[in-house]
């Protein structure tokens, strides 16, 4: 999963009211809650929060699945990609080195 977080949204929700574009919420009634002895397993996701000099970035896993070692790599890995990719936007990707 990846999620992009802006600083600000360019777009003022109340100014939809009234209109086709207009956001809705309405509560959904669920036949069966979820059992509270269900274990979660999700997939790892990266979230990045953009501000005005800085991109940030967050890395969740679930530990039990995957080594924290393993992760850090795919960190280092991730930033090696973003800054090659920025450096030379034309590169092809296979060619970017991975450890």
Same mark, same amino acid.
């Given at each position: ?17 009234? @209109?086709?574009? *207009?956001? &809705?919420?309405?509560? *959904? ?10 274990? &979660? ?5 990266? @979230? ?20 924290? *070692? ?13 800054? *090659? ?9 296979? @060619?970017?080195?991975?450890?």
């Amino acid at each position: 999963m990846f999620n992009w977080i802006p600083l600000r949204s360019s777009i003022d929700v109340s100014d939809l009211e009234e @209109t086709c574009d *207009a956001i &809705v919420c309405d509560s *959904a009634p669920f036949a069966r809650l979820m059992s509270s002895d269900v274990e &979660v397993d999700q997939e790892p996701s990266i @979230t990045l929060f953009a501000f005005d000099d800085r991109i940030d970035a967050s890395i969740y896993f679930p530990a039990g699945r995957f080594e924290y *070692a393993k992760m850090e790599r795919f960190s280092r890995n991730l930033l090696r990609f973003v800054r *090659a990719l920025l450096a030379e936007p034309d590169r092809p990707m296979r @060619t970017i080195p991975l450890e």
